[in-house]
């Protein structure tokens, strides 16, 4: 098992490396001037703009004209006179990983002290090791700590000149509040009238279920939330957008949350019914019922387990991506999360932004599939993840 955990990170990290990489050399291709504020592109002169790049390390000093610009009595054809020339793209992201964890000084109130540069993880060893002092020596005050931090970058156009972490930490905070309520009441809400329905196959109950789950998925999204909205605000009295500054801050998350946890309830449902039909009709059921076990027994000690493993796969990647919100209802309603940052940095071409929010996603979504698999194991011994037979 330790083997195949091992084995499994190791191609998980590879896998985000990789997507990283080819989003990174993507977003590399388009014209630098999306690197710059609209603002800046309407004051900044040319040379302005060419020593901005050099410092984000798009850029460097030609090396053909020495930065002059000039070859003898002419302009230098490399750089074309400009004394700047374009880096490899490769190179670039060599800087992104080498940069991507740096040692940060912060006060003792935790705030990060801007006077004092960050230096990378590595060359912060490098120099621990080389020769025994620390890089902040003498520059450090009471109070003061270093510590690693993540470097994605700053934010060029939604958030200038704020690092992606904060700016990701931040709006995650919030979605993760909401989509955990949400996760956890349309998890609880569709198990248990997913096992009613099963257990009233065909009844009332189960046409009812039925119904829902049907009108669920077949009316689009907004016009339910819109529905919910009208009905929240006019009978219940409910805000109708999201306000973490109102006084009744948390009235504001009731419509969010009732709306993200619609179209859940509908899924659990159908796949605990589903699940549970199958497991009634196999014959270790037949057995047991035989044997005298009451229905309540059979049902909970037998059925519900194992028909609870195949959604249990799901469920550590569905409550890793509450994380990134959901586009829909956060926009729907206002709420400042993760759902639609990254259409909006798609589309004010935030590049640094894009690139920190694509890899927080994909190292969500490959690590909720892993957990999911030992999820499964715990809850049925039987199912192996490595050896020979019957092979996860």
Not at 346 to 363: E, K, P, T
Request: hydrophobic share 45%; glycine share 8%; net charge positive.
């Amino acid at each position: 098992m330790a083997k195949y955990i091992l084995k499994r990170l190791f191609q998980s990290l590879i896998t985000v490396l990789l997507v990283v990489s080819l989003v990174f050399i993507l977003l590399r291709m388009m014209p630098s001037d999306y690197f710059f504020t609209e603002e800046e592109l309407m004051k900044f002169t040319d040379q302005q703009k060419y020593a901005k790049l050099e410092r984000l390390g798009i850029m460097e000093n030609c090396k053909v004209c020495g930065g002059s610009g000039h070859v003898g009595e002419n302009n230098c054809e490399h750089c074309a006179g400009t004394g700047y020339a374009n880096r490899s793209t490769l190179a670039q992201l060599g800087d992104f990983y080498y940069n991507m964890l740096e040692m940060r000084v912060f006060n003792a109130k935790g705030k990060e002290v801007k006077t004092i540069n960050p230096v990378p993880v590595i060359d912060y060893l490098k120099s621990k090791w080389s020769s025994g002092e620390d890089p902040f020596a003498g520059s450090l005050k009471d109070g003061y700590t270093v510590r690693p931090v993540f470097n994605l970058g700053k934010s060029i156009r939604l958030e200038k000149n704020q690092y992606v972490t904060d700016v990701i930490a931040t709006k995650m905070s919030i979605s993760l509040e909401i989509g955990l309520i949400s996760l956890a009441i349309s998890l609880v809400l569709g198990v248990v009238f997913g096992v009613l329905q099963a257990r009233n196959k065909n009844g009332v109950f189960d046409h009812v279920g039925t119904g829902y789950t049907v009108v669920v998925n077949a009316v689009p999204h907004l016009v339910i939330y819109t529905v919910i909205m009208i009905l929240g605000s006019s009978l219940l009295g409910l805000p109708m957008r999201y306000d973490a500054t109102a006084a009744n801050s948390g009235l504001t998350k009731v419509l969010p949350i009732v709306c993200l946890s619609i179209g859940s309830t509908a899924g659990y449902m159908l796949w605990t019914r589903r699940y549970m039909v199958d497991e009634l009709n196999k014959d270790y059921i037949r057995l047991a019922k035989l044997k005298g076990l009451s229905s309540r027994k059979v049902m909970f000690r037998h059925v519900l387990k194992n028909a609870f493993v195949p959604l249990a796969q799901y469920l550590p990647y569905s409550v890793l991506l509450t994380v990134g919100g959901s586009l829909l209802v956060e926009t729907f309603f206002s709420v400042p999360g993760m759902g639609p940052e990254l259409t909006k940095a798609i589309s004010r071409y935030d590049l640094n932004l894009v690139q920190g929010i694509v890899l927080l996603y994909a190292s969500l979504g490959i690590l909720g599939v892993f957990l999911g698999d030992l999820l499964m194991t715990m809850i049925d011994p039987r199912i192996k993840l490595t050896g020979k037979g019957d092979v996860r």
